[in-house]
């Protein structure tokens, strides 16, 4: 069993910011990737931002230059730093956990959190 739990979520004014904070727990051999995603009302599930093992960090447009991903692997926990926040940027925010079937991370099975809500007000 692998459980993914987001949190940090809330309400605040544009130009604000927000830490994100997502840890997985249970069986888990070794993690491969954790990544964000986020979906506004009546769009889309989209990528935010990723980062692997090693620490490589992929940004999609809306994150470049405003988020940052990091990652904590001994703890299995992924944050995500929101810097000058606007109102396009609400939407339930989701975890994606890559978690290796074995130690060795020849292949994975993703997991997802149920998502912490961000809403920026104008």
């Known amino acids: 069993q692998v459980q993914v739990l987001e949190s940090g979520g809330g309400s605040v004014q544009a130009g604000k910011s927000l830490r994100l904070s997502c840890t997985a727990s249970?069986?888990?051999?070794?993690?491969?990737?954790m990544s964000w995603y986020r979906q506004a009302p009546g769009k889309q599930r989209e990528l935010v931002a990723g980062?692997?093992?090693?620490?490589?960090?992929n940004y999609q447009a809306v994150a470049e230059g405003r988020f940052t991903i990091s990652r904590d692997n001994a703890g299995n926990t992924v944050y995500l730093e929101m810097n000058s926040l606007k109102p396009e940027d609400t939407a339930v925010y989701y975890c994606?956990?890559?978690?290796?079937?074995?130690?060795?991370?020849?292949?994975?099975?993703?997991?997802w959190g149920k998502g912490t809500l961000v809403t920026i007000s104008s």
């Open positions: 980062i692997n093992s090693v620490g490589y960090t």
């Open positions: 249970g069986t888990i051999p070794g993690i491969h990737a």
């Open positions: 994606n956990v890559d978690v290796c079937l074995t130690k060795s991370c020849g292949t994975s099975e993703p997991y």
